[in-house]
């Protein structure tokens, strides 16, 4: 069965710091892969998506960039986090690039910019 | 343009009560889809149901029953004899094809026993 990881599960940034985000899938190939933000306020923002190994499709620009080094590996980065950037990332999987199929989410990181 | 409304923000609720959780979406596509997902205090999203335009069946699973009804635009989520494990947000989500999933507000559930 497929599992989807991230980590860390939590974190607390100053402004201006760095940031890295992982996400990894596991048992299945070649998944597509997407990056969400849940600001306070619950509502779902799709920040990144990615039908492949360096393809990446960013649907708001921001600080924030994605990378996609391996099949099932998607990092979330920004050099430099702006207390905007607060909020909670949830990486998602779908098997196809079709945006109707179902996308299984992760556990999701709590970030907190001070 | 699509959207979705999930209009109660909360509700609150005593376990073995039925709640019906409302969703009404909108678009001029004639295919689409329409998801719910459960969203726990630990917060990771749990998908519970997709469900195409052309299947308007209902569908039952267990406690948890789905309305689909297009001619209201509507897929209502109903719980029966609700437990203090349902509290959650609860999110419905439109996708057409082309465009990112989207999502409604989401429904805050409060389960007390």
Redesign the interface.
Known sequence: SQTIHQWPATLVQPVGSPLSLECTVEGTSNPNLYWYRQAA????Q?LF?SVGIGQISS?VPQNLSASRPQDRQFILSSKKLLLSDSG?Y?C?WSVTA???D???????T?LTVL | AQKVTQAQTEISVVEKEDVTLDCVYETRDTTYYLFWYKQPPSGELVFLIRRNSFDEQNEISGRYSWNFQKSTSSFNFTITASQVVDSAVYFCALSVRGTALIFGKGTTLSVSS
């Open positions: 306020g619950r509502g779902l799709l998506y649907e909670f949830l998602a079709v945006s109707t179902t996308q299984y989410f992760g556990p999701g709590r």
